[in-house]
């Protein structure tokens, strides 16, 4: 039991302490020194609770007697045994916890002996509490007496804990309005740095007026700004002069050509145009629908009456949205980009000009060329057409007058001689044909492409007669086209199918109608005949273009290539794929939309 005034006198001594702290620590050390001094204790210390896995009760100040005790005394608030002395209590449950006699006390026993050491007999532990009364610490004194504790010391040593409590609390919330407010401050110097020296034209605005004036139109009944701005533009002049001006940085001035702040202020209704007004007008529909950012182009003036170009980015400050009283606008000054842009422009302009100036050009010529030699090509053919008769006629009068005298090479050479005058005359046909598909006129109609192919297999059944041919034919469409034409196409398509299946025991044709898309139908023959090497497809609908000997499968490799004009002169397309002795497949197809655009012949 101590004197009740040297504790009464430290307990003074304690207040003066806490009143003139400035630093945590040093208030912490203090207390334990005049516990220790002044009061008579033989050891005094203060720990935090750590929320780690062992819960741990770290000593950050002691007094007195310690001689390495706090070290080796394990402390945690834990419900173990080390736990369920006097401090791990105390943080646990939240109030004073003691050991009146460490001799004799069961729960002493992990510290008996060190505390014997030290002249330890007794101790309270006096939880510290913050403003929500959660437990955060403890303040553990030790006595050199047994049962030193009285109820007056208690609620003395309590009042003390409380009191010490509360000015860890005051301190650490002075050090962390400090660090808020250096914080700010600085956060506030970098920003006045950054605002100051950026290269963007900088703003800073109150808005806060023009939020006034938004309410009031919403209390109105106004529900659609922008259409009520368009009948009343005189608010958004008037939005625009409530707009407070904070502060505005160099690039703004360098932008307006002023040359300071008080100069571009006063001439600022000179920088307005209607462009800007009509951006001010965006910003303003942005603010009523509750956004808080805005990027758009607009043209600004310079002081002096100069336009530039530039992107404005609109953004209120976050934490003001609520009165919008500091808003930053900046201005990026874009107008060489803009310039650059419009040359840019301009050139591709006169070279877009220029070139259709030269396909047109070209395509006259082309058409002329094509015009002359599909004329040449028709006079030509027919032209050789005499010769060829003359020459086949005259061979056979020879053959009847000489027959009985030549022997059978010589008649091998007349026959060879008249085998290759009528492939020519069969070539010219089909030149003749190929040059009238390109001048002959199209009559447009619906075409029942079933119908037509029907026609087809039974136009060529001399053909197949005689042969194991599996027809497969599928439903097709009716399309818009020239009749006459599509039945040569297709005419072509089959004739192909029946002569390159031949060599086949059991011939398979199929005729059908592919997926397509929206804009055309596709139309497909197929064949399992002897097909061809893909890297030649290319070369299947060019004119004279064949993969085949003659000796294997006669021709003129013309058929194909009429096959692609007409389907062309339909605005479609025409392609093949096929495997080597593993048949072909050659597809067209056909715009489903009537007057699609013709696709010019190759």
């Known amino acids: 039991m101590l004197d009740s005034k040297r504790e009464l006198r430290a307990i003074s001594s304690c207040n003066q302490a806490l009143m003139r702290a400035v630093d945590e620590q040093m208030l912490l050390n203090d207390i334990c020194r005049i516990v220790c001094d002044e009061a008579g204790y033989r050891m005094a210390w203060v720990g935090f609770a750590e929320n780690d896995a062992a819960k741990t009760i770290r000593p950050v100040a002691w007094a007195g007697a310690e001689d390495g005790y706090l070290a080796q005394a394990g402390l945690t608030w834990a419900d173990t045994e080390r736990g369920r002395g006097p401090s791990g209590t105390a943080i646990r449950g939240g109030k004073t916890a003691f050991i009146l006699n460490f001799d004799v006390d069961p729960l002493a026993a992990p510290w008996r002996e060190g505390a014997s050491q030290r002249g330890y ?5 006096l939880p510290l509490k913050d403003q929500r009364g959660e437990t955060f ?31 860890v609390m005051v301190l650490r919330d002075r ?35 023009v939020k006034a004036v938004l309410d009031g139109l919403r209390t109105e009944g106004v529900t659609d700004l922008e259409a009520y701005l368009a009948d009343h533009p005189g608010v958004v002049q008037r939005c625009a002069s409530l707009v407070k001006v904070v502060e505005v940085n160099r690039a703004a001035l360098t932008l307006h050509r002023a040359a300071s702040r008080e100069e571009l202020l006063a001439g600022l209704v000179k920088t307005f145009t209607p462009e800007s007004f009509d951006t001010f007008t965006r910003e303003l529909v942005c603010l009523w629908n509750g956004r808080t950012e805005l990027t758009e182009e607009a043209i600004v003036k310079t002081l002096s009456g100069e336009p530039r170009d530039v992107t404005v980015y609109f953004s209120v400050n976050p934490g003001d949205e609520a009165t919008l009283s500091r ?8 107008t060489e980009g803009k310039l650059a842009e419009r040359e840019r422009q301009a050139i591709v302009r006169r070279l877009n000009q220029q070139l259709e100036q030269r396909v047109t050009e070209r395509t006259v010529q082309l058409e002329a060329a094509n015009t002359e030699l599909e004329s040449f090509a028709y006079s030509v053919s027919h032209d050789l057409r005499a010769p060829l008769r003359h020459i086949s006629g005259f061979l056979e009068l020879l053959k009847r007058r000489l027959g009985a005298t030549l022997d059978e090479k010589s008649l091998h050479y007349m026959a060879t001689v008249t085998d290759a005058a009528t492939r020519m005359d069969v070539l010219i046909e089909d030149l003749l044909g190929f040059s009238r598909m390109s001048r002959k006129e199209m009559a447009e109609s619906q075409v029942d492409l079933n119908a037509l192919v029907a026609e087809l297999v039974q136009e060529f059944e001399d053909e197949w007669r005689g042969r194991d041919v599996h027809w497969h034919l599928g439903e097709l469409p009716t399309v818009t086209g020239d009749r006459a034409m599509l039945r040569v196409a297709l005419g072509n398509l089959v004739s192909n199918a029946l002569k390159f299946t031949r060599p086949r025991a059991q011939a398979s044709i199929e005729i059908g109608c592919a997926p397509g898309n929206e804009t055309e139908t596709i139309i497909f023959v197929r064949d399992n005949g002897v097909g061809f090497e893909m890297q030649y497809a290319g070369k299947l609908f060019g004119v004279f273009q064949r993969l085949h000997l003659v000796s294997e499968f006669e021709g003129t490799g013309i058929g194909l290539a009429n096959v692609r004009r007409i389907i062309q002169r339909h605005g479609g397309r025409t392609w093949a794929e096929g495997k080597l002795d593993g048949g072909a497949a050659l597809y067209l197809s056909l715009p489903k939309a009537t007057g699609a655009r013709r696709a010019p012949p190759e």
């Open 121 to 125: 007999r007794s101790t309270i532990a």
């Open 137 to 167: 610490g403890v303040m553990t004194m030790y006595s050199a007496e047994v049962d030193a504790f009285t109820a007056d010391e208690v609620r003395l040593l309590e009042a003390l804990a409380n009191d010490l409590a509360f000015g």
């Open 175 to 209: 050090v962390e309005r400090k660090r808020v407010d250096d914080s700010l401050r600085e956060s506030e110097q970098r920003y006045r740095r950054l605002f100051e020296n950026s290269p963007v034209s900088l703003w800073e605005e109150d808005f806060s007026q």
């Open 327 to 334: 808003v930053l606008v900046s201005l990026t000054d874009i």
